[in-house]
């Protein structure tokens, strides 16, 4: 009986016979299936769809269409106002403090941009930004999302998980609160932690059976004191506004963190491409659905197949888990002292003397929607026929470029 990742390669081959490399594919059936697995996780309630995971205006209408998806978390502001003026969504919020003062004064001048987006804020520094652009009465109010660090401080200075807002207690979410509501042309609708050292940090890394476990007790004792901390801040904040929506989350904790009673809505996108950091979770590991493939372009010695280019490294800490991975055919591996190089990458494994010049390697990315910042389209496979649109990148736009 033929396997599951060989008969992947084989459609995927077919669809794109015509194509030459380097192409990047996604896997409809795969990128549905996802979408649906995540919704089920969800349980009920709406998850907003992080763009940066995605990076294509196609896929985001295509999930955004599914029932369970509802508004986008971008990256940046001007990503924002360009998805909401195109008519992708009409409910953005950006996920990062902007002080972009070009974009700040579009988004201010635009009644309907104003409505449609919510920025991040986590002093009021970020709204004295706003006001240096363009003066309270004479713009349309600024929606606001209050920031609140997820990251687990069991004891003095230790703390675990990544460095985001400064506002951590209750207490603090309270007091930036009342300071920003007391601000004129400013409207504070949303709070939203993101539990980074559980959404984003697998449990179950390879060949690292006592790091794994370390990093599930961790997450163990950890999410307790954040379901307490989030609760009582939420409590803190509604009392200086009406907050419309209370958000966390990820990929990797989709279904803890909507058990979670205060929160409202649930951020994710990586899951929908299933890139392979996720293939070191343990709770949910989604289906590969985004995929590249470089040829072969010489055989330097036996036993090595080379490629042509393949450095396309994901963000992080330096180290083998951010190189891609060789995926189809199966039995292909780095070599030690070269990894995924920028214009070649040999590749060694059983399957190495198999391959000849002009043959195809598919690899998974990493991490997710980077992998559309190295191409100007992205392949949609439908059962055997592939169609392109393009990504960011390929409607001209790197927002962090």
């Known amino acids: 009986m033929i396997g599951e990742r060989t008969a992947l390669r084989e459609r995927l081959q077919r669809a794109t016979a015509h194509l030459d490399t380097p192409l990047a594919v996604v896997d409809l059936a795969a990128f549905d299936a996802n979408a649906a697995a995540l919704t089920d996780r969800a349980g009920g309630k709406p998850i907003r769809v992080a763009s940066k995971s995605v990076r294509c205006r196609a896929l ?146 390879p060949g690292q059976a006592l790091r794994g476990r370390a990093i599930r007790l961790m997450q163990r004792r950890s999410y307790p004191e954040l379901l307490r901390r989030r609760a009582a801040a939420v409590t803190a904040v509604r009392e200086h506004a009406d907050l419309e929506f209370v958000n966390g989350g990820g990929t990797g904790s989709v279904a803890a963190t909507a058990a979670d009673p205060a929160v409202t809505e649930i951020t994710a996108g990586s899951g929908l491409y299933g890139p392979t950091l996720f293939d070191t979770y343990t709770a949910w590991r989604p289906r590969p659905a985004a995929l590249f493939a470089l040829s072969v372009v010489r055989r330097p010695a036996p036993r090595i197949a080379t490629v042509l280019g393949g450095g396309w490294i994901a963000s992080g800490p330096p180290g083998t888990t951010r190189q891609p991975t060789p995926w189809l055919p199966e039995g292909l591996r780095f070599r030690g002292d070269e990894g995924a190089g920028e214009v070649q990458t040999p590749l060694v494994g059983a399957a190495a003397d198999r391959l000849r010049p002009g043959d195809r390697v598919w690899f998974r990315h990493a991490k997710a929607g980077e992998l559309c910042e190295h191409v100007n389209e992205l392949q949609l496979v439908d059962g055997h026929t592939a169609t392109p649109t393009p990504t960011y990148r390929g409607e001209g736009h790197a927002f962090l470029g």
């Open 60 to 205: 985001l209408d295509r999930v955004l269409a599914r029932a369970g998806w509802r508004g986008i978390m971008a990256y940046t502001l001007p990503e924002a106002i360009w998805l909401v003026r195109a008519g992708v969504s009409d409910d953005v919020l950006v996920a990062y403090p902007s002080v972009d003062r070009a974009a700040l004064g579009e988004l201010t001048a635009d009644p309907k941009l104003a409505a449609a987006i919510s920025l991040m804020v986590d002093s009021p520094a970020h709204l004295d930004v706003v006001d240096q652009v363009t003066s309270p009465g004479k713009r349309p109010t600024v929606r606001l999302c209050l920031d609140l660090d997820a990251s687990w401080r069991p004891a003095g200075p230790l703390h675990v998980g990544v460095r985001r807002s400064p506002v951590h207690s209750a207490a603090q979410a309270g007091v930036l609160a009342r300071r920003l509501v007391a601000r004129p042309g400013f409207a504070l609708v949303g709070l939203m932690s993101y539990e980074a050292h559980i959404a984003g940090l697998g449990d179950a890394p």
